[in-house]
C-alpha cells in the first residue's frame, strides 16, 4: 500500500518559520514528482510548490514564491516544505502529494495519484 505521510504542522507567529516533511512508503518516491497543497477553511485545496523527481524543475506559488522553499531527499523517500516569514494568510491544511513523472509540469490536484492526510499550520498575526 501506498502512504503518504505529513509533519511538522503547528502554531508560530506571523514572520516565523515552520518546516514541513513528507514521508513515503509503499512507492520509490525517485519516479514521482512531488507537490504540496494547502486548503484554508471554506476554500478549495490550492497549488503551493513541485519539485520533479530527482530535486529540479521546481515551481512556486505566486503568493509563496522567495519565502518558501520545496526539496527532497529520494534516499529517505522523503519531501519538505521549508516555510518562512508566514504570514496569516498561510493558515490553511497542507497536504503533499505525489505524481509518476511524465516530463511535465502539474499543479492542479486532480493530476496528482497519491495523497497524505495533511498537517494544520497556524500563523497568528
Known amino acids: 500500500q501506498v502512504q503518504l505521510v505529513e509533519s511538522g504542522g503547528g502554531l508560530v507567529q506571523a514572520g516565523g518559520s515552520l518546516r514541513l516533511s513528507c514521508t513515503a512508503s509503499g512507492l520509490t518516491l525517485s519516479s514521482y514528482d512531488m507537490g504540496w497543497f494547502r486548503q484554508a477553511p471554506g476554500k478549495e485545496r490550492d497549488f503551493v510548490a513541485r519539485?520533479?523527481?530527482?530535486?529540479?524543475?521546481?515551481y512556486y506559488a505566486d503568493s509563496v514564491k522567495g519565502r518558501f522553499t520545496i526539496s527532497r531527499d529520494n534516499a529517505k523517500n522523503t519531501v519538505y516544505l521549508q516555510m518562512n516569514s508566514l504570514k496569516p494568510e498561510d493558515t490553511a491544511d497542507y497536504y503533499c502529494?505525489?505524481?509518476?513523472?511524465?516530463?511535465?509540469?502539474?499543479?492542479?490536484?486532480?493530476?496528482?495519484?497519491?495523497w497524505g492526510q495533511g498537517t494544520q499550520v497556524t500563523v497568528s498575526s
Open positions: 519539485i520533479g523527481w530527482s530535486g529540479g524543475s521546481k
Open positions: 502529494a505525489a505524481r509518476l513523472s511524465d516530463g511535465y509540469f502539474y499543479t492542479r490536484g486532480k493530476d496528482y495519484d497519491y
